[in-house]
């Protein structure tokens, strides 16, 4: 190897070296979560004369152990043996991810393995929403529908089951929420383009609702 050559893979070596700590640097921890607790909770009945919509949060986070259970409530695997879940889907195409923004950064959550897969190191809780208290509840659930799993329909009917799968999913939620004296509201008004941008999400990814969750404000 002539001297020159060593000086050019060296430079391309520390480059690629400088990148890639720069790209770790920048991505949250993956966020393990216990097993989620699938018994308690009040009577479905109670849930249901509870549920209500709240914009007053407190700055208390919500421990993992609840955001566990709040997330297999939400779209959580509830048949290993199909992989089938707490909501249903049309074609049972599964199309909905619930990113979760937090302080910490923004994570997707990953129902097979009931992970928080890291995406994003940055907080941003306030490009979730244009109104004022999404910047301080803890958690912001943003419903991704995935247009690519939703094969061979049109634009219209694309969007359509996406909102409808992503309705199911925000109603477990506000369940849970209710069930456990958690404050929540779903969202459509959501500042969109930013957040999509933000968010690194492809062209074939639409977000089509946010829901906040947190304690509610004493
Ligand atoms: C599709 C949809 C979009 C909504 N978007 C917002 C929103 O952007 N901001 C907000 O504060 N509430 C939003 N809401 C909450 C409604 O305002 C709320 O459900 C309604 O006022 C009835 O109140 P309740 O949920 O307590 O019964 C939305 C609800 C739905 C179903």
């Known amino acids: 190897m002539t001297v020159k050559s060593f000086r050019v893979v060296l430079f391309v070596w520390i480059v690629l070296l400088l990148g890639s700590s720069v790209g770790l640097a920048q ?13 308690g ?23 993992t152990q609840t955001l566990s259970n ?26 909905i991810d619930i990113y979760v923004a937090m302080e910490e950064g923004l994570f997707l959550y990953d129902a097979e393995a009931h992970t928080l897969v890291p995406v994003v190191a940055q907080d941003l809780r306030a ?28 634009d219209e009917d694309r969007i359509f089951f996406c909102a409808a799968d992503a309705g199911f999913i925000g109603q477990n939620v506000y369940l849970f929420c209710a069930s456990e004296g958690l404050a929540t509201v779903v ?21 089509v609702l946010a829901q906040t969750v947190g304690y509610p404000r004493k």
């Open 27 to 39: 991505r949250p921890r993956p966020l393990p979560l216990p097993e989620p607790q699938t018994d």
């Open 127 to 154: 490009l979730t929403g244009v109104q004022p208290f999404v910047k301080d509840a803890p958690v912001n659930l943003v419903y991704v529908g995935d247009f690519s799993k939703v094969e061979e329909v049109s």
């Open 70 to 95: 709040m997330l297999w409530a939400a779209f959580g695997v509830n048949r290993p043996d199909s992989g089938k879940r707490t909501a249903p889907s049309a074609v049972n195409w599964r199309e």
């Open 187 to 207: 969202r459509a008004m959501i500042k969109k383009p930013e957040l999509a941008k933000a968010m690194n999400l492809r062209p074939d990814q639409e977000i």
């Open 41 to 63: 909770g009040k009577p479905l009945m109670q849930a249901l004369k509870e549920r209500k919509s709240s914009r007053a949060f407190s700055g208390e986070k919500l421990s």
